[in-house]
Every structure is written in C-alpha cells, then in structure tokens.
C-alpha cells in the first residue's frame, strides 16, 4: 500500500515562510513527477507547483511563481515545498500527491489533480494577516 504523509503546515504570519515535506511509507513505487496542490475552504482545490522525478523539471501556479519553491529527494523519496513570502491567501489544506503515469522523458509535470493517482492526507497552512 502506498502512503504519501505531509508535515510542516502551521500558523504563520503574512511575510512568514512554511516548508512542507511529503514522504513515502509503504510500499515503493515509480512515479513520473510529484505535485502540490491545495484546497481553501468552500473554493475547489488548486494546483501549486509539480516536479518530475527523475530530472527535476518544476512548475508553478502564477500565483506562486517567486515565492515558493518545490524540490526534491530522491533517496529519502521526499518532495518539499518551501513556501517565502506567505499572504494570508496562501491559507489552505497542502495535498502532496504522485503521478505514477508513464510519460514521454522530459515531458513537463501535469498540473492537472486527476492524473495524480496516490494522495496524502493533507497539512493544514493558515496565514494570519
């Protein structure tokens, strides 16, 4: 069974900085890219930003482009989100979750939820203004 477990959401103040971590537990799988998306409440979740795998490529939601910065580990199959410049609507539950589709190599990672197949469970950000 594959688990995906975020850490690292809290409360900040506006102009704080967050990083959030995402682990595997589990069993091991493959995976194109991992991503970051969140969820405000009553607003549908959003992507944030996606890295592939194997090469590093990365994207970004405009609204966090400059601000946040997505990377990763392979050997401790961990992906971070570090998150600069906090503004109150940043405030959401962060979902970490993979996409294990194969793709063509050096294709950019989807930033599109429904082609990420395994999720975590989310880590709530507030950003107090």
């Known amino acids: 069974q594959v688990q995906l477990v975020e850490s690292g959401g809290g409360l900040v103040q506006a102009g704080g900085s967050l990083r959030l971590s995402c682990a595997d537990s589990?069993?091991?799988?493959?995976?194109?890219?991992m991503g970051w998306f969140r969820q405000a409440p009553g607003k549908e979740r959003e992507f944030v930003s996606a890295?592939?795998?194997?090469?590093?490529?990365?994207t970004y939601a405009d609204s966090v482009k400059g601000r946040f910065a997505i990377s990763k580990d392979n050997a401790k199959n961990t992906v971070y989100l570090q998150m600069n410049s906090l503004k109150p609507e940043d405030t959401a539950v962060y979902y970490c979750?993979?996409?294990?589709?194969?793709?063509?190599?050096?294709?950019?990672?989807?930033?599109?939820?429904?082609?990420?197949?395994?999720w975590g469970q989310g880590t709530q950000v507030t950003v107090s203004s």
């Open positions: 890295i592939t795998w194997n090469i590093g490529t990365t």
């Open positions: 589990g069993r091991t799988f493959s995976r194109y890219a």
């Open positions: 979750a993979a996409d294990i589709t194969e793709r063509i190599f050096g294709s950019l990672p989807s930033m599109w939820g429904r082609e990420y197949k395994y």
